[in-house]
């Protein structure tokens, strides 16, 4: 491990922080003993979480034909494992509150993460043999490592992005990184969540989302990401065109035996159609995503 | 980018040699970079790019010889001008008039014909929201000019939200458009107000040749 890094992470500890229900929910479903009305107290002690858990479990995300109007009801329809994932996305922009840094708009910054994790569980329902909330969650979180280094390296992080332009884009942004700091912003996104011990499949997809050969246990999940990731900088620009974007490795192709002509589009379109509401849903009526 | 072409680099039109170029992987050409406040002419098979927020671009060409250039500017703001006509004398439209006059007299002067000239523009982005619609200015500016001037716009691809990243190639006349994705926006703006700051401090000189 990089000790460069390992430090980096260690200074931001203290301002990013899991969600303390997350925390809980966590140990909870870890723990053989425990029942779903544990889950459920769990939820309700945090009745900001309750009121979004209850907010995404009614909305089409899910679609589930009756109305879901308690924790306990939610937790039993929903699984007290997707809980675990909801507890995480829905309080993740949170957590970053605390580390500010002026090269990117928290909003841009989260717009680009939601899209991918929406585009994400989209591709992961079509390739299937995979869990399609968690997938989700990979997506949302597979850049927070940028968030880390503009807040602690500023400078090393402008001059990296300006090279990317410089290069008209030879370089790409994991790449110019390299060049400037000797790491990239996957390896300290990697850390961060191995330091948070989060489940092993967003560890992976954090850490290889620019590289699908490398994630040993979740290939199928960390390439889904990957493709999830160039779909959404198509959706963030308004795009159908893929050469006006970063290429997607074709193995990540081969490994979900997905073909990029027949589910691109309609990737790209289902996302920002579903982007508005999960908007609302994962970052809260018109607070989070304002800044 | 291999640096070590530079140094088999064919020299730029006299005035240029400030300019950065270098070979370019991708385009498999020599590239020129061009910054904010910065114009570009070549006679060669190169290739001429930038990267534009608010700023707007002007690519123009002989399209019958080839020899053409792109310039990068913005108009700087004041208060009392909301919108901008190319014939208009006032210190801000006069840096607009500077861009675009000395782009077209380098071609001229280098050969190209007027009537044969032919422009694409490209840029005036709003990529601060919170900001006055810089861009709007830019672009009308230079369609106006254009307009005045008797030269006709090829192709465009202004305004709307993004950056843009803008690949030039004077001798066809191709060009590569390709929207940015907003983690550069800030960047792209820090470049563009420090632009703007030494063109308000920086009075243009009033001299202009004109053909």
């Given amino acids: 491990m990089n000790p460069v890094i390992e430090q980096m992470v260690k200074g931001v500890g203290g301002l990013v922080t899991l969600p303390d229900v997350f925390i809980r929910i966590n140990q909870l479903v870890e723990d053989p003993d425990s029942t779903v009305e544990d889950i459920a107290k769990a939820i309700n002690a945090d009745p900001s979480f309750t009121a979004r858990l209850l907010r995404v479990a009614n909305s089409t995300f899910y679609s589930f034909p009756a109305t879901v109007d308690t924790a306990a009801r939610a937790a039993t329809i929903i699984g007290t494992s997707q809980i675990r994932n909801l507890a995480l996305s829905t309080s993740i922009s949170r957590s970053f509150e605390k580390l500010p840094n002026t090269l990117v708009s928290m909003r841009n910054f989260w717009m680009h993460s939601l899209y991918c994790g ?51 884009d030879e370089l790409t942004i994991p790449e110019a990184e390299q060049e400037v700091m000797g790491f990239n912003h996957a390896e300290v996104g990697a850390e961060l969540a191995r330091h948070w011990k989060l489940p092993l499949m967003l560890q992976e997809c954090i850490a290889y989302h620019h590289d699908v050969t490398k994630a040993r246990h979740f290939p199928r999940e960390n390439a889904l990401v990957h493709i999830a990731n160039i779909l959404s900088l198509m959706a963030e620009v308004n795009t159908y065109n893929p050469d006006e974007v970063a290429q997607v490795d074709p193995l990540a192709w081969e490994i979900t035996g997905l073909l990029a002509d027949e ?29 | 980018m291999a640096d070590d072409m530079g140094t088999r680099l064919s020299p730029a039109l006299p005035g240029f040699e400030n300019i950065k170029r270098a070979w370019h992987g991708t385009f498999e ?54 919108s901008l006509k190319a014939g208009d004398i006032s210190a801000s439209a006069r840096y607009g008039n500077y861009a675009m006059e000395h782009l077209i007299n380098v071609i001229l002067k280098n050969g190209g014909k007027r009537q044969n000239l032919e422009a694409k523009i ?62 550069h926006n800030n960047t792209i703006a820090e470049q563009e107000i420090e632009y703007l700051s030494t063109i308000e401090t920086k009075p243009v000189s009033g001299d202009i040749e004109l053909f």
Avoid: W
Wanted: hydrophobic residues 45%; charged residues 25%; proline residues 3%.
């Fill in chain 1, 118 to 168: 929406l585009a994400a569980r989209k591709l992961a329902r079509m390739a299937g043999k995979c869990d399609v909330d968690a997938v989700f969650t990979a997506g949302l979180l597979h850049d927070i490592g940028e968030l880390v280094i503009f807040n602690r390296i500023p400078e090393e992080a402008r001059l990296a992005l300006l090279l990317v332009q410089d290069s008209a």
């Fill in chain 2, 122 to 183: 490209f840029g005036g982005g709003r990529i601060i929201t919170n900001m006055t619609d810089v861009g709007r200015r830019n672009i009308d500016f230079a369609r106006d000019y254009l307009k005045t001037e008797g030269i006709e716009i090829a192709s465009q691809d202004v305004g709307d939200i993004f950056p843009r990243m803008v690949v030039y190639f004077p001798k066809t006349g191709k060009v590569k458009v390709k929207r940015l994705r907003s983690l």
């Fill in chain 2, 29 to 82: 050409t020599v590239a020129a970079r061009l910054l904010p406040g910065q114009y570009f002419v070549t006679m060669r098979d190169e290739a001429i790019y930038t990267t534009l927020g608010s700023c707007i671009s002007a690519c123009i060409r002989d399209r019958m010889s080839g020899i053409g250039g792109m310039n990068h500017f913005m108009l700087p703001l004041s208060k009392e001008e909301i």
């Fill in chain 1, 263 to 291: 589910v691109r589009q309609q990737v790209i379109e289902e996302a920002r159609v579903e982007f508005i509401e999960a908007e609302q849903m994962f970052f809260g009526t018109g607070g989070q995503l304002n800044g």
